[in-house]
C-alpha cells in the first residue's frame, strides 16, 4: 500500500479505548436523548401548578377525571403520533371519528340490527377512510396535508349531510334500548372501580394501545420501517423498505383508532352530535408534537403521544377545578404547544451535542 | 458461490451499449471487474458513467452486446436480482436515514428477528454486536453504536454504508462518487475503506471524476467519454498525468490548449493574463 493509505490509519489509531467509550454513554444521557423527555418536565410543571391552585384537583377522584379526558384524547394521539413518525400527517383524524360513530349508530338504528353489526360496519368504514388517505397519498406524492384537508372537508360535509337525510335531525338516534348495547358499552364505555375510584375504561384501553405501539415502534421490523419511512424514504427504499405499506398501513391505523375512540363517543352518550370531531385533530396533533415527534417525521415515541395527551387531559379538567374560565383553555393549549416544542428543541441539541 | 482465482472475472462487460430513445448514451463498453481489484471508472458529466452503473446494478437493462457475471450472461431485471447475485451498490445519497441509530441503519431493510408470531422482535443484541463487529472488521471506530447515524461526517456514512453491503454478502460493490460532496481528510477515509473492501476480496467499481482519488487505490482504469470507452488501462501502464490528460479529454485538450496558447501570443491586452490567472 502506498503511503497515503498508511497515513490514513492515524486517525483510526485514536480509537483503540473504544469499548471503555462505548459504555461510557451514561443512562442519564441515553435518557435526556430520549423524545418525551421535554414533555415529561412539562407535564410535571402542568401538574404541580394545578396541584397548587386548584384544590379539588388533588383529590384521587379529580385524578380519575383528568386519566378519562386524557384518555379520549390520547387513543386518537396514538395512531397520530405513529403517522408523524412516519413523515405523514391526518387533518380527517378528528371528524374520522365522528364519521365512525355516525356510521355505526345510524347503521344499527336504520336497519334494526344488533349493535355489533354496526360495530364492523363503521370498523370498515374507518379502515377505508384511512386506506384511501394512504393510497391517494402514495399514488400522487401529495402531501398529507392536501390529501388530509380534503379528506377532512368531505367527511365533514358528509357527516352532517348525510345523517340530515336519515334522521332529519342532526345528531343519531339514540341506540340504548337495542339488542347488544349493554355489551358493546361494556367494552367501548364501562368504568372499572379500583380502591374506591371509578376509572373509565378507556384509560385501560388507552394505556394498552400506547404499550402495542411502543413494542411495535422499538422492537419490531415494522417499527423501524417505521421510523425509516418518516426520516428518509427514499433511502429506505432503496434498502428494500415498502414504504408505500407502510404508509397506508399507518394511515388505516388511524382509521383504526379513530373507530374505537368513535365507538366511545358513541356507547358513552347513545347518540352523536353529526357536527362534533372537527378541530380534534389539532389536538392529537399538538399533543404529539408535545409529545417530542418531529413534525416532518423520522423521529418521537408513542409514549410521548400520551404525555402530550395527559399535559392537554390535566388542561382541560385543570382549569375546570381551578375555577377559571374555560375560555382560556384553547389559549392554554398554544402555549403549551409552543412551550414544548422549545423545551423539545432546547434539549435535543443540549443531550446531541457530544 | 466459488470464488474467482481461476482468472474468470465476476463482472464483465463486452461491447454493451444502451440506447434511450434514439440517443446513445454507451456503446461498445468493453470491462473486466475482478474479486480484490479497484476498478475505477472515469469520465466527465454525461460521458456515460451513470448509465454504465445504472446497467451494472440493474436499474435499466442493456441493448447490445453482453454482461456476464461469473461468465454466465445475465439480464436483471431490478437492482435486487443484481443483489442476489452479490452486486451492491452505495449510492451517495440514498444511503442512511440520519436520525436512526448506526445499527438500525446497518440493518435496515433486513432486521434480525426472534421469537415468532405476535413475539417476533427485533434481536436487539444480535444486530447492535454484528453492527459493531462488522464495522470493526473494515477498521471502522465508532463511539456509539446507537448514535444517530446523522451525527456522523459524512465520509463514515459511506463506510457504514459499505460495509453494510459487505456484511449482506456483496461481492462486487459498486460505489457512486463516494468522495464527491467530501473535504480532502472524509474522502481519504473513505478511499481506506475502499482499499479494506477490496482486501476483503471484493471487486469493486469507483466512479469518480477525480483522477487523483482513483489512482490511489484503482488498479484498473476505464475511461469513458461520449459513452466510448477512451481508456482501459492496468495501474502499471498508466502514470498518473497519463490518467488525468486522458480523463480531462486528452487530444482534443491538448488541442484546445494550443488554441489557447496561439490566442495569448496575438493578444496583448492585459485582461488576458488576469483571466488566466483567475
Redesign the interface.
Known amino acids: 500500500m502506498s503511503p497515503v493509505t498508511q497515513a490514513l490509519d492515524a486517525p483510526a489509531a485514536q480509537g483503540t479505548d473504544r469499548h471503555a467509550q462505548l459504555t461510557r454513554r451514561s443512562a442519564g444521557r441515553r435518557f435526556l436523548t430520549r423524545p418525551e423527555v421535554g414533555s415529561l418536565v412539562g407535564a410535571i410543571a402542568v401538574f404541580v401548578m394545578f396541584f397548587a391552585v386548584a384544590e379539588p384537583f388533588r383529590a384521587a377522584a379529580s385524578l380519575s377525571t383528568v386519566l378519562y379526558a386524557s384518555s379520549t384524547i390520547g387513543i386518537m394521539t396514538v395512531g397520530v403520533a405513529l403517522l408523524m413518525i412516519g413523515g405523514e400527517f391526518d387533518l380527517s383524524a378528528g371528524v374520522g371519528v365522528t364519521t365512525s360513530a355516525l356510521a355505526a349508530g345510524m347503521f344499527s338504528f336504520q336497519f334494526s340490527t344488533n349493535v355489533w353489526v354496526g360495530v364492523l360496519v363503521a370498523l370498515v368504514v374507518s379502515l377505508a377512510v384511512g386506506f384511501v388517505n394512504g393510497y391517494v397519498l402514495v399514488r400522487t406524492g401529495l402531501p398529507s396535508f392536501l390529501v388530509t384537508l380534503a379528506t377532512f372537508l368531505m367527511l365533514q360535509g358528509l357527516n352532517i349531510a348525510i345523517t340530515k337525510l336519515i334522521t332529519g335531525g342532526v345528531a343519531s338516534d339514540s341506540i340504548s334500548d337495542m339488542d347488544g348495547f349493554g355489551q358493546a358499552q361494556a367494552i367501548f364505555a364501562s368504568a372499572v372501580t379500583i380502591g374506591g375510584i371509578s376509572v373509565k375504561i378507556t384509560v385501560f384501553w388507552w394505556l394498552l394501545f400506547v404499550a402495542i405501539a411502543t413494542w411495535v415502534l422499538l422492537r419490531t421490523r415494522i417499527g423501524n420501517w417505521i421510523f425509516a419511512v418518516g426520516g428518509q424514504s427514499d433511502s429506505a427504499r432503496a434498502v428494500g423498505v415498502p414504504v408505500n405499506r407502510t404508509k397506508i398501513g399507518l394511515f388505516m391505523t388511524v382509521g383504526f383508532l379513530a373507530w374505537f375512540t368513535g365507538m366511545h363517543t358513541l356507547f358513552a352518550f347513545n347518540t352523536v352530535q353529526s357536527g362534533q370531531g372537527a378541530t380534534n385533530e389539532l389536538i392529537y396533533i399538538a399533543a404529539a408534537v408535545v409529545g417530542g415527534c418531529l413534525l416532518t417525521g423520522g423521529y418521537g415515541s408513542a409514549i410521548g403521544g400520551a404525555i402530550g395527551a395527559f399535559i392537554f387531559g390535566m388542561t382541560t379538567q385543570g382549569i375546570v377545578y381551578a375555577n377559571w374560565d374555560p375560555d382560556w383553555l384553547k389559549f392554554f393549549i398554544g402555549a403549551t404547544l409552543l412551550a414544548a416544542t422549545l423545551l423539545n428543541m432546547w434539549v435535543r441539541t443540549r443531550a446531541a451535542r457530544r | 458461490m466459488t470464488s474467482n482465482t481461476d482468472g474468470v472475472a465476476v463482472v464483465e462487460l463486452d461491447g454493451v451499449g444502451k440506447n434511450y430513445g434514439n440517443i446513445c448514451a454507451l456503446s461498445g463498453v468493453s470491462l473486466a471487474v475482478e474479486a480484490s481489484e479497484v476498478t475505477c471508472i472515469l469520465g466527465d458529466n454525461g460521458a456515460g458513467k451513470s448509465t454504465l452503473i445504472k446497467v451494472i446494478s440493474g436499474l435499466h437493462s442493456y441493448d447490445e452486446g453482453r454482461y456476464l457475471v461469473d461468465g454466465e450472461q445475465v439480464r436483471f431485471t431490478s437492482p ?1 436480482d443484481a443483489l442476489n447475485r452479490g452486486i451492491a451498490t452505495v ?1 451517495q ?8 441509530s448506526v445499527w ?1 441503519n446497518f ?5 434480525v ?1 426472534k421469537g415468532t408470531g405476535p413475539w ?3 434481536d ?1 443484541t444480535a444486530m447492535r454486536e454484528t453492527a ?1 463487529a462488522e464495522l470493526r472488521k473494515m ?10 447515524i446523522g ?1 456522523l461526517s459524512g465520509g463514515q456514512r459511506q463506510c457504514v454504508a459499505i460495509a453494510r453491503a459487505i456484511h449482506f454478502g456483496a461481492r462486487v460493490l459498486i460505489l457512486d462518487e463516494p468522495t464527491a460532496a467530501l473535504g480532502v ?1 472524509q474522502a ?2 473513505v ?2 475503506y475502499v ?1 479494506a473492501a477490496r482486501d476483503a476480496g471484493l471487486g469493486v467499481i469507483l466512479i469518480t471524476h477525480n483522477p487523483h482519488h482513483a489512482f ?2 484503482g488498479d484498473h482504469f476505464v475511461v469513458l467519454r461520449q459513452g466510448q470507452v477512451e481508456l482501459n488501462a492496468a495501474r502499471r501502464d498508466l502514470t498518473l498525468d497519463a490518467l488525468t490528460l486522458h480523463m480531462a479529454g486528452g487530444a482534443e485538450l491538448e488541442e484546445l490548449r494550443h488554441e489557447l496558447d496561439r490566442l495569448e501570443a496575438t493578444s496583448t491586452s492585459p485582461a488576458s493574463a488576469g483571466w488566466k490567472n483567475g
Not at chain 2, 141 to 148: A, M, N, T, W, Y
Request: charged share 30%.
Open positions: 435486487r449510492y445519497d440514498l444511503a442512511v436515514v440520519p436520525l436512526m438500525r440493518f435496515l431493510g433486513s432486521e428477528t417476533r422482535r427485533l436487539v459493531d477498521g471502522i471506530d465508532l463511539p456509539d453504536i446507537d448514535q444517530p451525527t481528510k481519504g477515509v478511499l481506506k482499499a490511489m487505490v
